[in-house]
C-alpha cells in the first residue's frame, strides 16, 4: 500500500528564512505528486503538482519542489518566507488519475514576524 | 463561483442522532470524492464517486452512506452519530485529463458530536 511521510510535524522560523519541508512516499511505481496548504480555518489549497516531465516544479507564492525519483522524495522549498505562509502542509500521491489522494500526516509551519 | 460547495459549514449535534453534509460542485467534473480530517489533522479518504457510480469505500462505519443524485453532487449521510465522528469533512472533485487530474476541495464541514 501507499504510504506518504512528512518528517517535520512542526517547523518554526523567522521571516525571509528559507524553508524545506521533506516528503517521502513508498511506492514503486509511476505517482503523482501533490503539495496542499491548509490556512488556519480554511480548506486545502493545491500549492503545486507534478505529474511527469521537468522533475523541479514551480507554484503558486514562490513556492517550488523537486521530485527525485532515485529517493521517492518530493520536497517543498521556499527560499524567504513571510509571516503569511503560516499554515498546514501536505504532501500527498496518487498512482492513478481519478483516485484517492493518500496524503502525509502534514507539517504545522509557524513563521514570526 | 465558489467551485465546490459544501452545507453546512458546521454542524453540532447529540449523539446518536442522523445528520446529511451536502456537497455541489460546478466544475463539470466526473469524480467525486468525501475525505475525514481528524482532530490531529491527518486526512484520510472516505469514499469515491465516478459518474454516479461509487468506486471507493474504505474501510468506514456503514454507518456512512455517501449518495450521488448527479455527477455534480455527492452527499453524506451519517446514522446514530457517535463522539469519534467529530471532525472536518472534505468533498473533493476532479477530472481526469491526459492520464493526470487535481482534486479540488470545499471548504470542509466541521461537524462536533456532543
Known amino acids: 500500500a501507499q504510504s506518504v511521510s512528512q518528517h517535520n510535524h512542526h517547523v518554526i522560523l523567522s521571516e525571509a528564512a528559507s524553508l524545506e519541508l521533506g516528503c517521502n512516499y513508498s511506492?514503486?511505481?509511476?505517482?503523482?505528486l501533490f503539495w496542499y496548504v491548509q490556512y488556519p480555518g480554511q480548506h486545502l489549497q493545491l500549492l503545486l503538482k507534478?505529474?511527469?516531465?521537468?522533475?523541479l516544479v514551480k507554484g503558486i507564492k514562490g513556492f517550488e519542489a523537486e521530485f527525485i525519483k532515485s529517493k521517492f522524495s518530493f520536497n517543498l522549498r521556499k527560499p524567504s518566507v513571510q509571516w503569511s505562509d503560516t499554515a498546514e502542509y501536505f504532501c500527498?500521491?496518487?498512482?492513478?488519475?481519478?483516485?484517492?489522494?493518500?496524503f502525509g500526516k502534514g507539517t504545522t509551519l509557524s513563521v514570526s514576524s | 463561483d465558489t467551485a465546490v460547495s459544501q452545507t453546512p459549514k458546521y454542524l453540532v449535534t447529540q449523539m446518536g442522532n442522523d445528520k446529511s453534509i451536502k456537497c455541489e460542485q460546478n466544475?463539470?467534473?466526473?469524480?467525486m470524492y468525501w475525505y475525514k480530517q481528524d482532530s490531529k489533522k491527518f486526512l484520510k479518504i472516505m469514499f469515491s464517486?465516478?459518474?454516479?457510480?461509487?468506486?471507493i469505500n474504505e474501510t468506514v462505519p456503514n454507518r456512512f452512506s455517501p449518495k450521488s443524485p448527479d455527477k455534480a453532487h455527492l452527499n453524506l449521510h451519517i446514522n446514530s452519530l457517535e463522539l469519534g465522528d467529530s471532525a472536518v469533512y472534505f468533498c473533493?472533485?476532479?477530472?481526469?485529463?491526459?492520464?493526470?487530474?487535481?482534486?479540488?476541495f470545499g471548504p470542509g464541514t466541521r461537524l462536533t458530536v456532543l
Open positions: 473533493a472533485s476532479s477530472q481526469v485529463s491526459g492520464g493526470a487530474d487535481e482534486q479540488f
Open positions: 511506492y514503486g511505481g509511476t505517482v503523482n
Open positions: 507534478y505529474f511527469s516531465g521537468d522533475p
Open positions: 500527498a500521491v496518487t498512482a492513478q488519475a481519478g483516485t484517492a489522494l493518500i
Open positions: 466544475l463539470g467534473h466526473d469524480t
Open positions: 464517486y465516478n459518474n454516479k457510480e461509487l468506486i
